[in-house]
C-alpha cells in the first residue's frame, strides 16, 4: 500500500511550508483505503504486516498533525449554544467524554478545496487505525495511538 508513503509525504509538506501543499489525501483516498482493506488476507506475511501498520501509524499522524495545528490556531469553534469556545477546550471536553459537540475533526477539521472535494477526516483516519487494529490483531497500536495524542495536549 502506497497510501502511507503519500501521507507522509502531505506531513513533510506541510512541515516545509516553504512548500505548496502537495499530496493532499481525501475523502475518496479513505473510501479506497477501506475497500482495499478488505481484500487483504487475514493471514499475511511479515511484510505485507508491516506495510498495514506503516499506513496506521500514518493515519495516527495526519490526526496528532491536524490536532496540533487546530490548538497551535486557538481557532474559536462555535459549540451547541451558538456560543464561540477555543479548540483547546474542545479537545479537552471530547477527549473526556463531556462534549455534545463532534470530536475536533468531524465536521470542524474537514476542509474543502475549491474542486468541492473533503481533506481525509479524522474519522476515516481512524476507521483505518481500527480495521488493522480489530481484523489484524495489532492491538499495540493503541498504544502508539495513545501516546501520539498525548503529546498534543501537552503544554
Not at 509538506?13 to 482495499?36: C, G
Not at 511484510?47 to 474559536?76: F, K
Not at 451558538?82 to 483547546?88: A, C, E, W
Request: proline share 5%; hydrophobic share 40%; aromatic share 8%.
Amino acid at each position: 500500500m502506497y497510501f502511507a508513503y503519500w501521507i507522509s509525504r502531505y506531513l513533510d509538506s506541510r512541515a516545509e511550508r516553504s512548500s505548496p501543499l502537495r499530496f493532499v489525501p481525501l475523502e475518496s483516498h479513505a473510501r479506497w483505503i477501506f475497500a482495499l482493506l478488505a481484500r487483504v488476507d487475514l493471514f499475511c506475511t511479515a511484510d505485507e504486516m508491516n506495510n498495514l501498520r506503516g499506513l496506521a501509524r500514518a493515519c495516527i499522524s495526519l490526526v496528532r498533525a491536524r490536532r496540533q495545528d487546530a490548538l497551535q490556531d486557538e481557532r474559536p469553534v462555535s459549540g451547541p449554544s451558538g456560543h464561540g469556545t477555543s479548540v483547546k477546550a474542545t479537545v479537552a471536553a471530547t477527549n473526556s467524554g463531556v462534549s455534545s459537540e463532534p470530536p475536533l475533526g468531524v465536521a470542524a477539521d474537514v476542509s474543502t478545496s475549491k474542486s468541492g472535494t473533503k481533506a481525509m477526516s479524522e474519522v476515516s483516519c481512524w476507521m483505518t487505525v481500527s480495521a488493522i487494529v480489530i481484523i489484524w490483531g495489532q492491538r499495540d497500536l493503541w498504544g502508539d495511538a495513545e501516546e501520539a495524542l498525548r503529546q498534543v495536549l501537552k503544554p
